[in-house]
C-alpha cells in the first residue's frame, strides 16, 4: 500500500497541520511516512500545500508527482492541482469555497461545505479535522483510536483546551458519509 | 534512555545531531531553505547552555566559527547556496589554519539570488574546494533525515580527526522533508574537547604559545605547508571514502546519484528490478572524497548520472571510469527535478 496525499489551501486553512497529524497516526501505525510542506513565500490568506506520502515500504521521494488523494479548501488550490490526480483519484473539496464543480466520471468527488461546517461545530479553523474524518472514513487506512491517541499527543500543552472541538470535527467527517 | 522514533524536519534533524555531537558553539544567519535549522539552534542551544548567535552576515558566522574553532570548541554554522558562496574565504582560511569545523550547506537553485527551489548545484563548489588555494572540504551527502541526523556525529568526527572543515551538502528537500527519525534523546556530550587539542589556542600560562595562522611569507615554508595539507588529502581518500552500492555486480544500467536524488534513483531500481531488468546504483555518500573504486566493480556497464542540476557530478563519474563511452546524464534544476517517470523512460 502506497498512499499519495497533496493538501491544499490558503494560508491559515490548516493544511499544513492535516497534513502533518495524517503522517503523524502513519507513524503511530509504524508505517512509512514523509510530510513535506511548500516553503516559499507563503503567508496567512495566500496559498499553501504540503505533500504526504504513506506506504508499507521505503518512501523513494516525498515529491508527489500523481497524487491517489487531493484534498482541496479553496479554488485556487483546486486549479492548481486538479491535474495532480490519478485516473480514479479521490477529490475532497471544500464546497464553502468552491462553489461549482464540473462533472467528472475519472474521478471520485467528494463535495462537503466544510467553513460552513467547522463554524456550526463553534470554530472556523477545525475545517481541516472535517475533513480529515471524512478522509479516514472513505480510506480507512488507520485505526480511528490511533487518531485521537495522535490527536492528544501532538497537542502542545498550553493547547489541551483545543483538543475537545479537533476530535468534535473528525467525528463529524466520520458522520458525514 | 530508552530510543524514540519521531516525525522531524531535515533541518531540525541535523540540529539535533550537532548538539548530540557536542555542537558548542553555534552561529548562522537565516536563509530558506535551512531556516528550521538556525530556529532549532536558537532553541535547543541555550538550553544546553551552550553558544547560539544570530551573526549580522554570513560572513561573521563563519569567521565566529573560525574563533572558536582556534579555541577548541566544536563550532558549527548553517546556510543556504548564496549564503555558501558569501562564506568561501572563511573556509579557505579553515583549511589554511587547519582549523575543524562543520558547515552545512542546504542548496537551493541559483546562480545568483535564484529561488528557494531545491536543487544540487553547488556540487562543484562544494567538492572542489570553493574558496581560493589548494584545500578541500570533506563532503558528506545524507539521503534521509536519519542520516542527517547520523552524519553530524561523523562530520564533527572527521573534522576533528583531520582538522579540517567538513560540509554537510542537502538540498531544499532534505531539510524540509518531515520523516521518522529514531534517536535517542541522551544527555547530549558537553565535553569542551572532545578529541584532546593540543593545538588550540587555551592560554599559554606553563607551555610553549601555539600559534593559529594561514599566512607564510617564505616561498618554501608555504610550499612545505601545501605539501603537508595534500598528504593529508590523501590520507583522508584512503581512509574516509563512503558510498553505497545497491545491485551493482550483474548490473546492465547503474544509477548514481546523491542526496534526494538518490532515493528517486533506489525507488527506480526497486521497481525495475521487480520487473527482472538488470539495474543498480551507486549512491556516494562522502562526495570529495568521491568513491571512485566504486566504479572499478563493474566499470563496463552503462551508467546514468542524475542530478538535480545540469550535470556536475557526471565529471567525477567519467573521470572514475577513465572515459564517458557509457555515461549518460539526466538532470533539472531550478523548480523540477528528474522525476521517477522520466528516469524510466530514460533507462529503457
Known amino acids: ?177 | 534512555m530508552k530510543k524514540e522514533k519521531i516525525l522531524i524536519s531535515g533541518n531540525e534533524a541535523i540540529g539535533e545531531g550537532a548538539i548530540q555531537a557536542g555542537c558548542f558553539f553555534y552561529a548562522g544567519y537565516p536563509i530558506t531553505p535551512q531556516n528550521e535549522l538556525t530556529a532549532y539552534m536558537a532553541k535547543r542551544m541555550l538550553q544546553e547552555k551552550r553558544v547560539f548567535i544570530q551573526a549580522e552576515s554570513e560572513i561573521s558566522a563563519i569567521n565566529m566559527v573560525l574563533g572558536a574553532s582556534a579555541a577548541g570548541f566544536r563550532a558549527m554554522t548553517s546556510s543556504s547556496s548564496p549564503g555558501i558562496s558569501l562564506k568561501q574565504e572563511g573556509l579557505s582560511y579553515l583549511a589554511g589554519c587547519q582549523l575543524p569545523a562543520v558547515i552545512v550547506n542546504i542548496m537551493r537553485a541559483g546562480p545568483g539570488l535564484g529561488n528557494i527551489f531545491p536543487a544540487q548545484s553547488d556540487y562543484f563548489q562544494a567538492t572542489k574546494g570553493g574558496g581560493h588555494g589548494d584545500y578541500y572540504c570533506i563532503v558528506l551527502a545524507p539521503f534521509s533525515v536519519q542520516e542527517a541526523f547520523d552524519f553530524m556525529f561523523f562530520a564533527f568526527d572527521l573534522a576533528d580527526k583531520y582538522r579540517n572543515p567538513v560540509m554537510i551538502l542537502g538540498d531544499g528537500f532534505l531539510g524540509q522533508m518531515v520523516e521518522p527519525l529514531t534517536v535517542k534523546f541522551q544527555i547530549p556530550n558537553s565535553k569542551y574537547q572532545i578529541i584532546k587539542k593540543d593545538w588550540a589556542l587555551t592560554g599559554c600560562k606553563k607551555r610553549a604559545p601555539n600559534i593559529i595562522k594561514s599566512f607564510y611569507l617564505k616561498q618554501k615554508e608555504l610550499e612545505k605547508f601545501n605539501l603537508l595539507l595534500q598528504k593529508k588529502y590523501k590520507t583522508i581518500k584512503r581512509r574516509e571514502t563512503r558510498w553505497q552500492e545497491i545491485d551493482v555486480e550483474d548490473a546492465r544500467i547503474i544509477l548514481v546519484a546523491y542526496g534526494t536524488m538518490a532515493r528517486i534513483a533506489k525507488g527506480v531500481v526497486r521497481k525495475l528490478r521487480e520487473k527482472g531488468k538488470k539495474i543498480g546504483l551507486i549512491r556516494p555518500i562522502t562526495l570529495w572524497p568521491f568513491p571512485q573504486k566504486a566504479f572499478l566493480k563493474n566499470p563496463k556497464a552503462r551508467y546514468l548520472v542524475l542530478e538535480m542540476s545540469y550535470g556536475q557530478m557526471v565529471e567525477d563519474v567519467k573521470l572514475a571510469l577513465e572515459g564517458d563511452k557509457n555515461v549518460e546524464f539526466l538532470g533539472r534544476a531550478g523548480g523540477g527535478i528528474p522525476t521517477e517517470e522520466e528516469i524510466i523512460r530514460r533507462v529503457k
Not at chain 1, 479548501?73 to 491535474?83: A, G, H, R, Y
Not at chain 1, 481541516?128 to 490527536?151: C, E, P, Q, S
Open chain 1, 1 to 177: 500500500m502506497t498512499e499519495k496525499i497533496i493538501i491544499s489551501g490558503a494560508g491559515g486553512q490548516g493544511v499544513m497541520l492535516l497534513g502533518r497529524v495524517i503522517a503523524e497516526v502513519a507513524l503511530n501505525e509504524n508505517k512509512f511516512t514523509s510530510w513535506l510542506p511548500s516553503y516559499g513565500a507563503e503567508v496567512r490568506g495566500g496559498s499553501a500545500f504540503c505533500m504526504v506520502v504513506v506506504s508499507d515500504e521505503e518512501i523513494p521521494s516525498p515529491y508527489i508527482e500523481k497524487a491517489d488523494t487531493l484534498i482541496v479548501f479553496n479554488k485556487p488550490s483546486l486549479e492548481k492541482f486538479i491535474s495532480w490526480l490519478k485516473p480514479e483519484g479521490l477529490l475532497l473539496v471544500n464546497s464553502s469555497l468552491v462553489p461549482k464543480l464540473n462533472p467528472n466520471k475519472n474521478i471520485q468527488i467528494l463535495s462537503f461545505p466544510l467553513t460552513e461546517i467547522a463554524v456550526k461545530l463553534g470554530n472556523i479553523k477545525v475545517a481541516n479535522m472535517v475533513a480529515l474524518g471524512i478522509y479516514l472514513k472513505r480510506k480507512k487506512l488507520f485505526d480511528i483510536k490511533t487518531v485521537f491517541k495522535t490527536i492528544k499527543k501532538i497537542t502542545l500543552s498550553d493547547k489541551k483546551n483545543l483538543i475537545d472541538i479537533n476530535i468534535k470535527a473528525i467525528k463529524e467527517g466520520l458522520n458525514l458519509i
